[in-house]
């Protein structure tokens, strides 16, 4: 084999500017790389506002500027070239390095592949300096100018001579999101020093912080209530470690789709991958496949256990024992991850049909195919989920058991006679449907009912009575104007499916199953018919009367009612409440059926509808409430605060295995085949319950099959 002639090539020493621009290529990256440099020098400087300005994410113009120390006018002609700081002088130094920059290169290398401009002004300095800087050299004299303390440093056309990388960036967009990502973090970390970062000419800032905030703060301001809300705090402190840990974490009600881990070491920002592979390892235990925590850490480690000088850009470091700071960090999280995931919060979305779905309901082409997916249940005579809940519902405790008897067994104690041992429906021929009931088709007809009504004349015909009040007509107003077209039309064309509890009942509509809160629902519904019903409610009449100041009484030893000896005698609150309402009874009779005699016992209750008795156990708190709970001076506000109390008072049905009085049916029965029927009739549901959770969708039939197809 023929040996080569070819001569090795000489070895040259590279000319200094491509050798700075080869190391400028290491340190500044990109716009966000160039940012991090500058801010750190601005901390290290004293600063405690700094204001960042940019231009297409920072290519053409990155804009710093802070009211920190300054620059001395006698380094103005060494200050960015390399190697020139003020942070140590000799190598033994940086086992003691207190400050972020130590290299002297973040400056010089910006001057090599940007046009670099440097405004300051120290405290001694009777006015600014503005100096040039190209390829880390002085460019001509530096210039008396206005200014205020601090250091003002301008970056032009970023990497204008470096076109490769300069293409190999990503959009100005994405590169101004990292930007944003740098100085946010910064911000979170120094809570004290007011950030605010905004575009060339724009009014609004991407950042904005104030000096002398807490962390917790500024992650509310700039990462959302929904993190701040579920952060909890991590502490760590070793000294055989020589390491302290302060830090927030997310709790394990949190959950997003990314890890946002914020981490500090020494104040420098960092990352450190086996931190972050460990404690996404311990949130796996908490959280759903898929969802992953916040996290902001501060790491104070000792300044010569720490090694910065391992990384061009200092984004990484080596500190000593890191496996075992590691694990004790791992392990004080998931302490604290499992004391808080005892109890957990899940957030739940309001899903109503949208306009779009109503639409498609009643746009079918007749003849079309029906898909399995699509089918409803049409009739309510199938079975409904109590077939199914019967035996574990009748095994389960009645949740009032406890006071099923007091009104029995106070009117022992307290009563000369029983109270509401029986009730009288005093009869009539015939009821005219209220005004809401004619508006609304469908009603059911209730002329069988048998009820007194006021106005029923010799042929016993109801007439009903007519009232022109302008406080009156206005609460009516309200409730129209504060209806929910969408949520209207959902329970209007409802099915009943059943009761869940004596607090939450299932409903379908079209495809979708809805859960929604009984006592919130029946509670408006029930105002809403007083307020309809006004001065024409039928009566219940009580056959044994209790009197009003036995029921106070009552309600003021019901812990529910909180009763404080601040407030006064038992006794004379009690007399109080009598005297008030019997004061009142004219009116309460005359515009609600709410009757008192003269012994101030009450003798009749509102019959709003057929088959429906309130709660008796609810008897003393609703007498209580009506004297304490209601305006009287006002007009429009007392119709609508007595309207609500007895709203209250009436939004839950009386249980004959409670308190065995009226119908012989269980709640559930009243819940469905009285109060359900009626809601679905008239009920104007708020918008507020859009937000609220008073109804959520649980399941969408469409949904239900595209999860068993996967199967």
Known sequence: MEKSNKRPKNILKLDETVVNRIAAGEIIQRPANALKEMLENCLDAGSTSIQVTVKDGGLKLLKIQDNGSGINKEDFAIVCERFTTSKLQKFEDLNAIGTFG????????????????????????????????????????????????????????????????????????????????????????????????????????????????????????????????????????????????????????????????????????????????????????????????????????????????VHPTKHEVHFLNEDAIIHKIQSSADMLLKAASTSRSFAVQTVIPPISFLDKQHSKVAGAKVYDKQLVRTDSRDQKIDKFLSTTMESMPLSSSSECNFINQTSMESFEEPVAAGFQQKETEKRIPSEAEREIQGVPDCSDSTMRHRGSTAQGIVERRQFELTSLTQLREDVKKNTDQVLRDTFKDSIFVGCVSEKHCLIQYGTRLYIFHMERVAEEFFYQRFLDEFGNCGVICLSDPPPLYNLALMALDQEENAWHPDDGPKDHLANLASQLLFSKSEMLDDYFSLQINEKRHLVAIPLLLVDY???????????????????????????????????????????????????????????????????????????????????????????????????
């Open 102 to 309: 130590f290299r002297g290169e973040a400056l010089a290398s910006i001057s090599h592949v940007a046009h670099l401009t440097i405004i300051t002004k120290t405290s001694e300095m009777q006015c600014a300096y503005k100096c040039s800087y190209h390829d880390g050299k002085l460019v001509g004299a530096p210039k008396p100018c206005a200014g205020t303390q601090g250091t003002q440093i301008v970056v032009e056309d970023l990497f204008y001579n470096v076109p490769t990388r300069k293409n190999s960036l990503r959009s100005p967009s994405e590169e101004h999101n990292r930007i944003i990502e740098v100085v946010t973090r910064f911000a979170v970390h120094n809570a004290s020093v007011g950030f605010s970062l905004k575009k060339l000419n724009d009014n609004g800032s991407d950042v904005r912080t104030s000096p002398n905030s807490t962390q917790e703060d500024n992650i509310r301001i700039l990462y959302g209530h929904a993190v701040a809300k579920d952060l909890i705090k991590l502490q760590v402190e070793d000294p055989s470690l020589k390491v302290k840990v302060n830090g927030l974490i997310s709790n394990v009600d949190y959950s997003g789709t990314k890890f946002t881990i914020l981490l500090f070491i020494n104040h420098r920002l960092v990352e450190s991958t086996p931190l972050k592979r460990a404690l996404d390892s311990v949130y796996a235990t908490y959280l759903a496949k898929g969802k992953h925590p916040f996290v902001y850490l501060s790491i104070e480690i000792a300044p010569n256990c720490v090694d910065v000088n």
């Open 613 to 711: 008795i309130p709660d008796l156990t609810q008897f003393p708190s609703f007498v209580l409430r009506l004297a304490s709970d209601v305006e009287w001076n006002v007009e429009k506000d007392c119709f609508d605060t007595i309207c609500r109390v007895m709203a209250r008072f009436y939004r839950k049905p009386n249980d004959h295995k409670v308190l065995n009085v009226g119908s012989d049916k269980d709640w559930k029965w009243t819940v469905e085949h009285v109060l359900y029927p009626a809601i679905k009739a008239s009920l104007l549901p708020p918008k507020t319950w859009i937000n609220d959770g008073t109804i959520l969708q649980i399941a969408d039939l469409p949904d239900l099959y595209k999860v068993f197809e996967r199967c």
